[in-house]
């Protein structure tokens, strides 16, 4: 990177798989390392800090695999300051493509006194001494100075200062605690910029943690003082209440660009998928409020937001939820909505309803929704057909299903469907997965053809008898039409939401809408 584009671009250095792995519960295996990791790379973080290869063999295994196995991120692991760490963590990164040692000491009073029994002199000569000879192999050297936050600036310069001239090419300064104000947090990167000798000729890093809930403004004040990096996690998930979330300092600056001036190489459109990857992973939820990635995140149920919504988004949403990949629903029908969404949803069902109509719907509605948290599209026509009459039939109904599928083995499928006029046709396909030769079959009994543009599966409960939720898109010609099923089996599930969306584009003049209220979910490709 050029100078120039230093200046403009913030490095985004992913510490999912390590600092991250650390939340109690999040431990992950080599194979969901890879998987992870192989995410991270698509989502275009600069780099990614793969594990603490002494901390066990499995995570000297998990950090040497995806080492030998992705390309593009710089890798990087973490050490202490001593020799033995950094040799082992050279060993795990041999084979990266791009290489970064991470070695760290602690230097405020508290961790000196108490947990390293170490003077400043003897940090200082230590930290020195791990810095040159980590450089001895390592051409790209990170030194972070653990509890800088809570260290005497002064001292933490000097710390800087010596190291950098020992050759590290990043500082990172952590507020690993996650004590310090933002206010603080800006002082400090500011001093260091003014203090430090050679600051320009490195990167200067910080990793904030969120025992306060400010991990991300205070990586945001740092940024504004000229710190070109930013260590964080998706889903904002480590050491106890967390790292700074990557996708909110990303979309933070991506959104306010006109206010911080700087730019990452984030594909912002993978946060959404990448965070859901990681939630399954580690089994970690996401909670529904959490900025960016949250199922709430881009959805209104409120009335008065919902009118504002429908006459322009910019009036209740600063950023687009298909710019972080979030395809769920935004208007969610509930008791605060009102009838300017209730309109919008009724015609994008197909139906045509004058004002006394809507008006009686509305009460009706109102009265649901009373009982019920979310009033459903199906909720909602059953009390449209309720006053005026059912729709046309289904023309397709699922009788029976059959499939084989697994290793070995081409997967395939025999479906039997009952068209409305009395006909019973049974057919058999193979496909790319269980899914997709059931998608065949009824493909070929129906003789439709249509495009699979989109596909999610959801739990809808938990456990062993878990719910799992279809939702999809197909397309015919130039329109869409969507299907949802809910069953215990996700391949009926996944047969009957493709009816469903088939017999709409058989007998309905109007599709359904794209969007929708349900709650995001896992993409499985069909
Ligand atoms: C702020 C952070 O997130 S730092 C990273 C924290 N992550 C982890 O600790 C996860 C992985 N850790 C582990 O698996 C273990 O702690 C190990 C394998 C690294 C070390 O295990 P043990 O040797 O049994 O030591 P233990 O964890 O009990 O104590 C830490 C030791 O490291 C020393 N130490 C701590 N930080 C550093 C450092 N940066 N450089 C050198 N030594 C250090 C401590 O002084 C202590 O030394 P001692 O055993 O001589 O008293
Ligand atoms: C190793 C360092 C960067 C760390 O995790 C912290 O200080 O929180």
Redesign the pocket.
């Known amino acids: 990177m050029s100078t120039e584009s230093t200046k403009e671009r913030v490095i985004i250095f992913d510490t999912t798989l390590?600092?991250g792995e650390?939340s109690p519960g999040a431990s992950m295996n080599v194979a969901q390392k890879l998987q992870v990791a192989l995410a991270l790379r698509d989502l275009g973080v600069d780099i990614i800090e793969l594990g603490?290869p002494?901390?066990?063999q499995g995570?000297f295994e998990a950090v040497a695999t995806v080492a030998g196995r992705v390309e593009g991120p710089t890798l990087c692991a973490?050490a202490?300051?001593?020799r033995e760490?950094i040799d082992r963590t050279w060993e795990a990164l041999r084979a990266a493509e791009r290489r970064r040692l991470h070695?760290?000491?602690?230097t405020s009073p508290l961790h000196r006194e108490f947990?390293?029994?170490m003077s400043q002199e003897e940090v200082v000569r230590?930290a020195v001494e791990?810095v040159s000879y980590a450089r001895e192999r390592f051409e790209d050297v990170q030194f972070s100075a653990?509890?800088a936050g809570r260290t005497e600036p002064e001292f933490l310069a000097e710390v800087v200062e010596r190291v950098i001239e020992a050759g590290a090419t990043t500082v990172n300064i952590?507020d690993?605690v996650g004590y310090t104000m933002p206010a603080q947090f800006s002082s400090l990167i500011a001093y260091l910029r003014r203090h430090v000798r050679g600051i320009e000729r490195v990167v200067l890093s910080v990793h904030c943690h969120n025992d306060l809930g400010l991990a991300v403004a205070n990586s945001l004040a740092a940024v504004v003082e000229g710190a070109r990096q930013v260590e964080c996690t998706i889903n904002g998930i480590g050491?106890r209440a967390g790292n700074c979330a990557l996708e909110e300092v990303v979309m933070a600056l991506r959104t306010r660009h006109d206010f911080f001036g700087v730019r990452t190489a984030i594909r912002t459109e993978r946060l959404y998928p990448t965070s859901r990857l990681l939630s399954n992973v580690t089994g970690l939820q996401v909670q529904r409020n959490k900025a960016v990635v949250g199922q709430n995140a881009f959805a209104h149920e409120a009335g008065i937001h919902q009118h504002g919504v429908l006459m322009h988004r910019g009036t209740y949403e600063i950023m687009r939820a298909e710019d972080v990949g979030f395809t769920g629903n935004s208007l969610v029908l509930g008791k605060h909505s009102g009838r300017h969404v209730l309109r919008q949803r009724v015609k994008e069902l197909g139906y045509e309803l004058d004002g006394p109509q809507i008006d009686k719907l509305f009460e009706e509605f109102k009265r649901l929704a009373d009982h019920k948290k979310e009033v459903f599209d199906a909720d909602l026509e059953a009390l449209i057909q309720g006053f005026i009459g059912p729709r046309e039939q289904p023309a397709w109904k699922l009788e029976t299903l059959s499939c084989v599928s697994g290793v070995g083995t081409v997967p395939s499928a025999t479906v039997c469907l009952e068209h409305s006029d009395g006909r019973r046709v049974r057919d058999a396909a193979c496909g790319d997965g269980p899914v997709d030769a059931v998608f065949k079959a009824v493909e070929r009994i129906t003789g439709q053809q249509v495009r699979l543009c989109r596909y999610q599966v959801t739990s809808v409960t938990d456990g062993e008898d878990a719910q799992g939720h279809v939702d999809l898109e197909v397309e015919s010609g130039t329109r869409r039409f969507r299907g949802r099923a809910v069953s215990t089996d996700i391949i009926v599930a996944s047969a009957r939401a493709l009816l469903e969306a088939l017999n709409r584009a058989a007998n309905t003049t109007t599709p359904l809408p794209v969007s929708s209220h349900d709650v995001p979910s896992m993409e499985v490709s069909a």
């Open positions: 390590r600092d650390q603490f002494v901390a066990s995570d973490l202490r300051a001593n760490d070695v760290f000491l602690a947990k390293l029994k230590r791990a653990e509890d952590p690993t050491e």
